[in-house]
Each structure stands twice: as structure tokens, then as C-alpha cells.
């Protein structure tokens, strides 16, 4: 009985590394439509607000680094980091299992390291290295 949980908890792992990694044409939400990959939260007249894992922003102003996003009527500044345009990834990110997160927290690790090498080769172009 063992082998066959721990069997079935390698497939979900797989297939979570699968969704996020390997597949070969994500599914994208439609251009300016985001989805949060952690917890968020958003000071706002009446206080505070929470956003979990998964929610769907809009995209206001494109500013690099940050994204200002609204969700209803409240708009607020987001890492880009911590949102995700691909449908699979924000499925996983909106499930609450073991898997699923530590599938979404190596995604926001590479994405981090994208965002971060992009903005290294910005930074050479616009001093003249190379």
C-alpha cells in the first residue's frame, strides 16, 4: 500500500513538472490578464485586502519590474515575479497541495532569474558594454 501512494505522489509531482516545464505551448490568458502566484494584499480606504494564489488581475500600467493590476475596483502594484499570463501555472498556483506549490515556487525562481538577466543585459546595452 506504501509503494503505491508513494507512486502516485511521483505521478502528481511529474505531472505538475510536466504542466509547468516541459510542455511544449502553454496555455495564455488573453493579452493584460494575469493571475497571482502567491498570496497578495492590497491597502485600499477600507483597510486591508487579501488575494489568494490564483486570482485573476488586470493589468492598468505596465511599469517593468511591477505591474499595476486591479482586481474589481481596487488597483494596486504587483512584482511581476509573483504573476503568471499561463493558465497551467495559475491552475497550479490556485490548488492548495504540497505539489502544486512547490511546483509554482520553482516557477517563480526561474522567473525571477529571467526577469533578472533580462534586466542585466538591459543595464550593459544602455551603459555601451558588451
Do not use: W
Not at 5 to 14: D, M, N, Q, R, S
Not at 41 to 61: L, N
Request: proline share 4%.
Amino acid at each position: 500500500m506504501k509503494r503505491i501512494v508513494l507512486i502516485g505522489i511521483i505521478a502528481l509531482v511529474a505531472l505538475g513538472i510536466f504542466a509547468v516545464f516541459i510542455r511544449p505551448h502553454p496555455r495564455i490568458a488573453p493579452p493584460g490578464v494575469y493571475f497571482t502566484l502567491t498570496h497578495l494584499s492590497a491597502r485600499s480606504a477600507s483597510g486591508i485586502t487579501g488575494f489568494e494564489p490564483g486570482t485573476r488581475v488586470v493589468c492598468v500600467k505596465d511599469e517593468g519590474l511591477v505591474l499595476l493590476v486591479k482586481v474589481d475596483n481596487l488597483e494596486f502594484e504587483a512584482k511581476r515575479q509573483y504573476l503568471t499570463n499561463d493558465l497551467d501555472v495559475a491552475d497550479l498556483a490556485g490548488r492548495n497541495d504540497a505539489e502544486a506549490q512547490q511546483a509554482v515556487a520553482s516557477y517563480i525562481a526561474q522567473h525571477q532569474q529571467a526577469i533578472e538577466q533580462r534586466d542585466d543585459r538591459r543595464k550593459m546595452q544602455a551603459s555601451g558594454q558588451h
